[in-house]
């Protein structure tokens, strides 16, 4: 097994000592970079990129070009999974993702299947072991996938941006056929996820988008309980190495304890919560990711450098802390300012460990 040249994320993953606290952007690879624009506008859309592995190795690598980042992602999306399940993705101009055949009727709910990954989403693994390649061991590589609940979220609504009528509808007066959706739908992620593992990623992460819209006891039940039987199906080892894993619910503050006690190695957190009180709230259990306010990006860098220092400050000295925005970069960012917060973590971070 080759050994990685920069290692400092998966070591901070699993709390152990690193020499600076690593630094990765969520949604890095984006339209806030003109390349990224220039290859999309070559794909033709959004889902041809995704769907094209050459094309989505090219943009994972994009950022790594620029800036001296402590990881790459996979360039992806979190619907192709329901898009296997025959659901119908496509992107409207402007509007995001949409499905044309949302699940509301209850046959359709009941003849859900469980995708194969290796060959209804070969074009992720075939991306996955590409990326790995052309990484060629420089920085770690991270797969991921979203959560059950925001998955069923899309998939009932039958696009973004809604009130979540639909799928709270569903989850007050027919409990059974959401918690089957989520059930064949945790399955399909555990599946999924182990095969970008088997495929070359080196940790992978949940996005619980829509979690934080639950009530208390819902998130338990319909959002929590599924990740926590997605981590107790996942790799934890592969080909010798330990894969770590994150779970990221957006709005999730409120239930730091319960996450943390889910198997998961590492929580993301949002900006809306001080990583010393969440620090103080989970101890030792798992490491921190987060969670600067992506909107500081449109600032200074002189302003950006203060709010990174707020941060580590607030986590304080030790390790298990891996810099992130608290949701994705904005295509608005400029690019400058991006590369002003990766450098203001590397070089402040220092004296913190």
């Given amino acids: 097994m080759t050994k990685l040249k920069n290692d400092t994320l998966l070591r901070a993953l699993l709390r152990q000592p690193t020499e600076y606290t690593p630094v990765w952007m969520m949604r ?19 889902l041809s990129l995704c769907k094209n ?26 619907l192709t999974i329901p898009d296997a399940m025959g659901l119908g993705l496509y992107f409207a101009e402007g509007e995001g993702p949409k499905f044309e055949r ?5 046959r359709d709910i009941r003849s859900l299947t469980i995708p194969d990954p290796s060959r209804d989403l070969s074009y992720v693994m075939n991306a996955v072991s590409q990326i790995r390649k052309t990484l060629d061991n420089q920085v770690p590589l991270i797969g991921f996938s979203g959560s059950p609940f925001t998955l069923a979220c899309y998939m009932v ?5 809604t009130d979540f009528r639909q799928i ?13 959706i989520l059930n064949v739908t945790a399955q399909s992620v555990v599946n999924y996820l182990n095969a970008q593992i088997e495929s070359g990623a080196q940790a ?3 996005f619980d988008t829509w979690g934080g819209i639950l009530s208390h006891y819902n998130y338990q039940e319909f959002s929590l309980q599924y990740m926590k039987q997605i981590l107790s199906g996942l790799r934890r080892e592969q080909n010798g190495a330990r894969i770590p894993n994150v779970i990221f619910t957006k709005g999730g503050g409120l239930w730091l304890e319960n996450i943390a006690e889910s198997g998961c190695d590492a929580l993301g957190l949002d900006w809306t919560i001080n990583i010393a009180e969440a620090r103080n709230r989970v101890g030792d259990k798992v490491a921190l990711q987060g969670n600067l306010d992506p909107a500081i990006l449109f600032s200074t860098p002189k302003i950006i450098a203060t709010e990174v220092e ?11 802390h891996i810099f992130n925005l608290g949701h994705g970069i904005s295509q608005f960012t400029p690019p400058e300012n991006a590369l002003a917060l990766i450098e203001s973590v590397h070089s402040l971070s220092k004296k913190y460990h």
Avoid: W
């Avoid at 949302?102 to 209850?106: D, K, V």
């Avoid at 709270?168 to 089957?180: F, G």
């Fill in 28 to 46: 890095q690879a984006g339209r806030y970079l003109p390349e990224y624009n220039k290859t999309r506008a070559r794909a033709g859309d959004f």
């Fill in 53 to 78: 592995p050459d094309l989505a190795t090219e943009v994972t690598m994009q950022p790594l070009e620029r800036y001296s980042l402590d990881a790459a992602i996979l360039f992806s999306d979190i």
């Fill in 102 to 106: 949302p699940l509301r009727e209850e």
């Fill in 157 to 161: 609504e039958g696009r973004g941006g």
């Fill in 168 to 180: 709270k509808t569903m989850l007050y007066t027919r409990p059974e056929l959401l918690h089957h």
């Fill in 204 to 206: 992978v992460m949940i």
């Fill in 310 to 320: 707020k941060i580590l400050k607030d986590y304080g000295n030790g390790n298990g």
